[in-house]
């Protein structure tokens, strides 16, 4: 990748994270969540995972960490 190639894409994710940014900070409609946690606990029970890992991943969709 060249140069200035390199520098037009840094550009433009600057750009988008500039503009996405506050609608990521913005909290999840509490129907949203319940529709992820439903969903999360299907696709657990499809791949029969254990308890473990059905409570990593609870936890990291109660508290997701900072984007970057």
């Not at 140069?3 to 940014?21: F, Q």
């Not at 029969?48 to 900072?66: D, F, K, N, Y």
Request: glycine share 6%.
């Amino acid at each position: 990748m060249t140069e200035s190639m390199h520098a037009l894409l840094t550009a433009i994710g600057r750009e988008l994270h500039a503009d996405y940014l506050p609608t990521l900070t913005k909290p999840v409609p509490r129907e949203l969540e319940d529709l992820i946690a439903q969903l999360v606990a299907f696709e657990i029970g499809k791949r029969g995972s254990t308890e473990r890992s059905v409570e990593i991943l609870q936890s990291s969709i109660a508290h997701p960490g900072p984007q970057s």
